[in-house]
T-cell receptor, first 114, second 115 residues
Framework: ETGVTQSPTHLIKTRGQQVTLRCSSQSGHNTVSWYQQALGQGPQFIFQYYREEENGRGNFPPRFSGLQFPNYSSELNVNALELDDSALYLC?????????????FGEGSRLTVL | AQSVTQLGSHVSVSEGALVLLRCNYSSSVPPYLFWYVQYPNQGLQLLLKYTSAATLVKGINGFEAEFKKSETSFHLTKPSAHMSDAAEYFCAVSDPTGGGNKLTFGTGTQLKVEL
């Protein structure tokens, strides 16, 4: 069984740039969620994708956007990067309808904004 | 709105001692509750979950947690700490009526295990 994989693992950007982070969900999972984990904090829910549509969003501005593809993989895009966007971005997959909150997390993409 | 509060950002125990990590939740509906563990430079791994069945939940690596509605608590325990337990632990809550898959995490507790 293939786990959740994320790329890139580390990247550095400057303010105002755009970034795309990628996630492959675990085999058999059809839902992908993205979380932002700032240093010393717990993960915060950004949004969730199911059937290629956004299916729930946390308190993040529209410059955070995403996609889900037919193979259930997903992208997180962040435009107009700000210094506070520096964080570990975690992708998690699950089965929609399972409804028990059991998420399987990748190892994350660590973004540094200078 | 749901929230969790983890008391103590850092906990230090001796190897072989009891581990107790505290979590209190706030929820307007009967919640689902979780404990996740994060090792350095890794993602989160589910330790255990409460989804309205037995109030005492057993998880992996010898951890367990008890759901106490009257105290709105879901504290994590392990009878005997091992060096390999050193990690950061996150308590999380979700709303089952909203599908249960959107988690609200606490700020985490860093567990240190000393010889």
């Amino acid at each position: 069984e293939t786990g959740v994989t994320q790329s890139p693992t580390h990247l550095i950007k400057t303010r105002g740039q755009q970034v795309t982070l990628r996630c492959s969900s675990q085999s058999g999972h059809n839902t992908v969620s993205w979380y932002q984990q700032a240093l010393g904090q717990g993960p915060q829910f950004i949004f969730q994708y199911y059937r290629e549509e956004e299916n729930g969003r946390g308190n993040f501005p529209p410059r955070f956007s995403g996609l889900q593809f037919p193979n259930y993989s997903s992208e997180l895009n962040v435009n107009a990067l700000e210094l506070d966007d520096s964080a570990l971005y975690l992708c998690a997959s699950s089965r929609q309808g399972q409804g028990n909150g059991e998420l399987f997390f990748g190892e994350g993409s660590r973004l540094t904004v200078l | 709105a749901q929230s969790v509060t983890q008391l103590g950002s850092h906990v230090s125990v001796s190897e072989g001692a009891l581990v107790l990590l505290r979590c209190n939740y706030s929820s307007s509906v009967p919640p689902y509750l979780f404990w996740y563990v994060q090792y350095p430079n890794q993602g989160l791994q589910l330790l255990l979950k409460y989804t309205s069945a037995a109030t005492l939940v057993k998880g992996i690596n010898g951890f367990e947690a008890e759901f106490k509605k009257s105290e709105t608590s879901f504290h994590l325990t392990k009878p005997s700490a091992h060096m390999s337990d050193a990690a950061e632990y996150f308590c999380a809550v979700s709303d089952p009526t909203g599908g249960g898959n959107k988690l609200t995490f606490g700020t985490g507790t860093q567990l240190k295990v000393e010889l």
